[in-house]
C-alpha cells in the first residue's frame, strides 16, 4: 500500500466505523455511507478511483462496495452501531486474541469485553493474534476455546473478512498458561 492509500484506508476506516458525523455524514442502519456524499464531505483529497482502489487492495479487505456501486461499508471493527446482517456461525475449536501484556490483569478479572467496539475480535491464526496484540504494546495471545463455548449457547460471528467475533468472553473461558505468550 502507498502512503497515500494507507491514508485513505484510516480515514475511511475512522469514519465508517467510528465518526461519520465528524465529517457531517450519516450511515444507514446496516452501516452503509453513500459515496457521493462522503467523497464531497472528506476533509482529505478523494475521488472514486482513489476510494475504488483502496477497497480493492486493503490488506485486510476492510470494506465493502454495495452491488450497486452507490455505497460503502467497514466490513467489520465499528464502535458506532450497525447491524452487519452477520449469522451465529460454529466457529472453529480454538480462536486466539492477541493483546498487550498491560491488560492481562484487568482481562482476567473482567473477561474480554469489546471496549469500544461492537465486539471482541477474535482470529484464526495465532500469528495474526500477535500483530494485533503488538498495536498495543507487548503482545500476549490468549486461547479462546470458541466451539466448547459455542457448544454451551455462546453465539459467535464471522465478518466478511474472516474476522472472528463475539460479544463478550468470560474469565472462566479464559485459557491462560505459560504458552499464551508470543515468543514463538
Ligand atoms: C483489550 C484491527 C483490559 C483488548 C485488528 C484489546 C482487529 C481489555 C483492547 C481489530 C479488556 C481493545 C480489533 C479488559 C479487552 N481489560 N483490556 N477487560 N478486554 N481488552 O483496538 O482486538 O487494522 O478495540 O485485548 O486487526 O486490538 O483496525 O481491539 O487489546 O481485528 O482493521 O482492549 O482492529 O483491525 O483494542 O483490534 P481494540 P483489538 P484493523
Same mark, same amino acid.
Given at each position: 500500500?502507498?502512503?497515500?492509500?494507507?491514508?485513505?484506508?484510516?480515514?475511511?476506516?475512522?469514519?465508517?466505523?467510528?465518526?461519520?458525523?465528524?465529517?457531517?455524514?450519516?450511515?444507514?442502519?446496516?452501516?452503509?455511507?453513500?459515496?457521493?456524499?462522503?467523497?464531497?464531505?472528506? #476533509?482529505?483529497? $478523494?475521488?472514486?478511483?482513489?476510494?475504488? &482502489?483502496?477497497?480493492?487492495?486493503?490488506?485486510?479487505? *476492510? @470494506?465493502?462496495? /454495495?452491488?450497486?456501486?452507490?455505497?460503502?461499508?467497514?466490513?467489520?471493527?465499528?464502535?458506532?452501531?450497525? #447491524?452487519?446482517? $452477520?449469522?451465529?456461525?460454529?466457529?472453529? &475449536?480454538?480462536?486466539?486474541?492477541?493483546?498487550?501484556? *498491560? @491488560?492481562?490483569? /484487568?482481562?482476567?478479572?473482567?473477561?474480554?469485553?469489546?471496549?469500544?467496539?461492537?465486539?471482541?475480535?477474535?482470529?484464526?491464526?495465532?500469528?495474526?493474534?500477535?500483530?494485533?496484540?503488538?498495536?498495543?504494546?507487548?503482545?500476549?495471545?490468549?486461547?479462546?476455546?470458541?466451539?466448547?463455548?459455542?457448544?454451551?449457547?455462546?453465539?459467535?460471528?464471522?465478518?466478511?473478512?474472516?474476522?472472528?467475533?463475539?460479544?463478550?468472553?468470560?474469565?472462566?473461558?479464559?485459557?491462560?498458561?505459560?504458552?499464551?505468550?508470543?515468543?514463538?
Amino acid at each position: 500500500m502507498t502512503d497515500s492509500s494507507s491514508s485513505i484506508s484510516k480515514f475511511l476506516s475512522f469514519i465508517l466505523r467510528h465518526k461519520p458525523d465528524s465529517i457531517g455524514i450519516e450511515l444507514d442502519p446496516e452501516g452503509w455511507a453513500n459515496i457521493e456524499e462522503l467523497i464531497e464531505n472528506a #476533509n482529505i483529497p $478523494l475521488n472514486r478511483a482513489m476510494l475504488f &482502489e483502496v477497497v480493492a487492495t486493503s490488506d485486510k479487505n *476492510r @470494506f465493502t462496495v /454495495s452491488a450497486d456501486g452507490q455505497s460503502i461499508r467497514a466490513n467489520q471493527g465499528h464502535s458506532v452501531v450497525v #447491524n452487519l446482517g $452477520l449469522q451465529p456461525k460454529q466457529p472453529p &475449536e480454538s480462536l486466539y486474541h492477541g493483546t498487550a501484556s *498491560r @491488560f492481562l490483569e /484487568s482481562i482476567k478479572q473482567q473477561g474480554l469485553k469489546p471496549q469500544n467496539r461492537q465486539y471482541v475480535h477474535l482470529s484464526h491464526s495465532r500469528n495474526t493474534a500477535i500483530s494485533v496484540g503488538q498495536r498495543h504494546g507487548k503482545p500476549i495471545v490468549l486461547t479462546i476455546p470458541a466451539l466448547a463455548m459455542n457448544q454451551k449457547g455462546h453465539l459467535f460471528f464471522q465478518a466478511k473478512n474472516g474476522v472472528w467475533l463475539t460479544n463478550e468472553v468470560k474469565p472462566e473461558d479464559l485459557q491462560l498458561s505459560s504458552e499464551d505468550s508470543a515468543t514463538t
